[in-house]
């Protein structure tokens, strides 16, 4: 089996803050994926990467920049933090683009002062 | 575009009852891959159920669900509730190859004795 890892599990910031979280996998995957939980809103796709060096937008990046350093790490920065922001922030990966079956990690809070 | 629509926020029932959560769909690609995942308290998503074949109904745990193209249904059901079932429930459809997994709003069941 394989694990995934974020980092921080918690992150507090200021407003205007650039704020970074990273997500490791040891499954050996080739895409990965930043999703953002809000109660309600259900799962929303900030950025996703089919395979090592490829970025691709999702339906929310606005406010965002990703990052897939390695096959095995792709990171999320929020680019300017939004004052009394709370979200969950959820990286996941999967053996190959349009498989569907998504390993998630336990996810990033993110709290905004 | 692509969409998932889950109509309940919420679905309480009691215990050895059955339960039934809807999910409906939009979408322009043929191919496509539908999923439940299920979300603990506290945990990551995890997947519940896969399916890509039309009318063929796929089991896991006790849940059933058959994808429907005529009627762009994949809804969730199980014949009798246990407390343990108590949990946040998404719907997801994978188009195509485009790598994409959109999630509905997803939907908490809610099991009491």
């Known amino acids: 089996g394989g694990i995934i890892t974020q980092t921080p599990k918690f992150l507090i910031g200021q407003e205007g803050q650039k704020l970074t979280l990273k997500c490791q996998q040891n499954?050996?995957?080739?895409?990965m994926y930043w999703y953002r939980q809000d109660s309600g809103k259900g799962l929303r796709l900030i950025y996703y990467?089919?395979?090592?060096?490829?970025?691709q937008k999702g339906d929310l990046s606005e406010g965002y920049d990703a990052s897939r350093e390695k096959k095995s790490s792709f990171s999320l920065t929020v680019t300017s933090a939004q004052k009394n922001e709370m979200a969950v922030f959820l990286c996941?990966?999967?053996?190959?683009?349009?498989?569907?079956?998504?390993?998630f990690g336990e996810g990033s809070k993110l709290t905004v002062l | 575009g692509d969409s998932v629509t889950q109509t309940e926020g919420l679905v309480t029932v009691t215990e050895g009852l059955p339960v039934k959560l809807n999910c409906t769909y939009q979408t322009t690609y043929l191919t496509i891959a539908f999923f439940w995942y299920v979300q603990y308290l506290n945990e990551a998503p995890q997947v519940l159920l896969k399916s890509s074949t039309d009318n063929k109904r796929t089991e896991h745990q006790g849940f059933h669900a058959t994808l429907h193209k005529s009627s762009s249904s994949f809804h969730l059901q199980k014949s009798s509730a246990q407390l343990s079932d108590s949990a946040l429930y998404y719907c997801a459809l994978t188009p195509g190859n485009t790598g994409k997994l959109i999630f509905g709003l997803g939907t908490t069941l809610q099991v009491q004795p």
């Open positions: 990467s089919i395979t090592e060096n490829d970025l």
């Open positions: 996941a990966s999967s053996m190959g683009a349009g498989t569907g079956q998504l390993y």
């Open positions: 499954f050996n995957h080739d895409t």
